[in-house]
DNA sequence: CGCGCTTCTTGACACGAGTCAAGTGCTGTT
DNA sequence: AACAGCACTTGACTCGTGTCAAGAAGCGCG
């Protein structure tokens, strides 16, 4: 008898997959009955389940998952798209949605854009074409108009992570004010009495970035205070030993503080500050953004506005469930930035 | 006319999802000629297939990849279990093994076991019952009886993130050897002139943890020094702190070097020394295990045994696409780990 | 014995694609 | 005019499941 579906392995080995027929036929019952076993048991009789369960563990039996999803039109996994999942920042995020999405009965597949707009829409197609129940992104170009359309046409859930006004289309968002926070970190510096502050960061990269500065400069420009901006290629911690290096190369006028666009070009350009022998906050002030695990922990205690990375993550799962529930589309979520001082600025 | 499929949502709200029937239907073709337009262009008239990317684009079609994976039997996909993604390590480890898969044309989904029996074995059956092509696992227990049967009978290709010789059955696996990276740390902490070296970490629940502590103890026995053991809960930030403060508290006989069971640990443990008052290295030295980034970038420097996180995650990856291009079960990859001297311990 | 009722059990039919042998035109050759 | 050859196009079948109406078996009751 040859059963079960024969894969050709590509050194022409094979392998045979058992599906429920075989199950049913070695169980002496209707190949749907083992559907029966797993889906309602309460159908099935004693004697039939003990066969079945036998004849399973015989052979090794897992349904086939995909057959299931294909019958069924939708799959119970949420997908999630971030920038970079290595950034902690987006790792704490991703683990509130992961934590919440579970919780709800829905597997999560994670993916990183890497910011690359390519990407993005790669694995977008790919989301889209394993028909997933929902999506939630932190988009790296504006895809609302997309995602619109998955939730009007097919239904699909769908949350942005960024503020509604970069979002052409109508589709719920979890957002924070990174305005707002941009205006914590300028008001702090120059409450500490600074006339002259630098931004770092990707600004040009980055909506989220840009609002901080914007937030920044609207605190700095209110004062009369000199702000000079460093443009970073990205946001990592090297990013920010450069950019700090080159603020330093400026032998007159040193600016008192360095904002930096999150903690990690904030962590950099501490430790080229210290490296110059510079002594932090006597010499100079940092301050940055996020405020992941390591802020507090660095050389010297990081200030920081902090973002609920982990909420907000949680937030778009919420968002997700809710639509899932048939609860319509559900409200804005926006969340709002926190100062936290520590010793980078005394 | 209703074609489609009409998914009724939770309020009694219709959406339809298009398949290639209604594609055919308003591009007047045969639905099985929609399905040679994405697969063999070459086979398609010019004329058909202008009037088939219209009909496309008016309807918003995207092929179902699920109906598609259910046909070809396996889908382009690789699992990844790691214990908890939000570790810097194993976000590390993710990074290399998700670009590795990339490049071969795999899609990668991500799970955190969050050292939880339990929850491994759940998206162990999620990945069996979506007949994944390929699963490399960071496993919390013994899975390698169960990975052996995947690949032997249904030609799945399969890694363990772990020693072989915890690994029962056969079955690839990538490792490093930690034993050695133990004793780096012991002799480079000996070397120093210690002669009472505390150990910090989790050492029941992990493995690793358990044979970096056995490379520890052989330096320390083979010079006759004195070894302390504080057992942690688990390796986070609040652990080493936790732990730290613990030895701190032992007014007499303070262990000259805190070896730590990864970085996070030694971090916090760093942290709880310099709160105490004492200054590293001078009154206590501090050894940490991965060098995660920001190893580097602590208020201290840290010293560290490197793991090199990015290439196993890689190396894993390409065990995998080996196997999955059918030249046979590879060998087994070790790693060596590496002692980084930084300021921590002098 | 016949009827209805409950408790299983079954076969037929989707789901949405890929595949392939068979079919339809059309062109060019003899 | 007949036919081979080529370029497309099509219908039927398959993948492994969930669903559901219909069938079977057993049982109690009148």
Request: hydrophobic share 45%; with cysteine.
């Amino acid at each position: 008898m040859e059963m079960g579906t024969t894969l050709c392995g590509p050194r022409g080995e094979t392998h045979t997959v058992v599906s429920r027929r075989e199950v049913a036929q070695r169980a002496d019952v209707a190949p749907s009955h083992v559907s029966n076993y797993f889906n309602r048991p309460d159908l099935v009789s004693e004697k039939a389940k003990q066969r079945i369960a036998a004849a399973v563990a015989e052979l090794g039996y897992v349904p086939n998952g995909i057959a299931a999803e294909l019958k069924s039109g939708r799959s119970a996994v949420l997908g999630l798209v971030v920038l970079d999942a290595w950034i902690p920042y987006f790792a704490e995020l991703s683990r509130g949605f992961e934590r919440t999405a579970e919780a709800g009965g829905y597997s999560v597949v994670l993916f990183n854009s890497g910011r690359s707009a390519q990407r993005e829409e790669a694995h977008l197609d790919f989301l889209a074409a394993r028909r997933v129940a929902g999506v939630a992104i932190v988009p790296q170009v504006d895809v609302s108009s997309r995602l619109e359309r998955w939730r009007e046409d097919a239904g699909m859930a769908v949350t942005i992570l960024d503020d509604p006004c970069r979002v052409g289309a109508d589709v719920p968002t979890v957002s924070l004010d990174d305005e707002l926070g941009g205006r914590l970190a300028g008001e702090h510096a120059l409450a500490r009495g600074a006339r002259h502050i630098a931004f770092l960061g990707a600004c040009s990269v980055n909506h989220q970035v840009m609002d901080r500065l914007t937030g920044v400069r609207t605190t700095v420009d209110a004062r009369g205070a000199r702000l000079e901006i460093l443009e970073t290629p990205d946001v990592t911690m090297a990013d920010g030993v450069d950019a700090a290096s080159r603020v330093l190369a400026l032998s007159r006028a040193r600016p008192e503080v360095l904002v930096c666009s999150n903690d990690l070009v904030a962590l950099g350009a501490l430790q080229a500050c210290l490296k110059a022998g510079l002594s932090v906050p006597e010499d100079i002030e940092v301050i940055g953004y996020d405020d992941i695990a390591f802020a507090a922990q660095a050389a010297v205690p990081l200030s920081t506005v902090r973002q609920p990375a982990a909420e907000m993550g949680a937030a778009a799962a919420e968002l997700l469930l809710r639509q899932l529930r048939g609860e319509g589309r559900p409200a804005d979520q926006r969340f709002e930035p926190e100062l936290m001082v520590r010793e980078s600025t005394g």
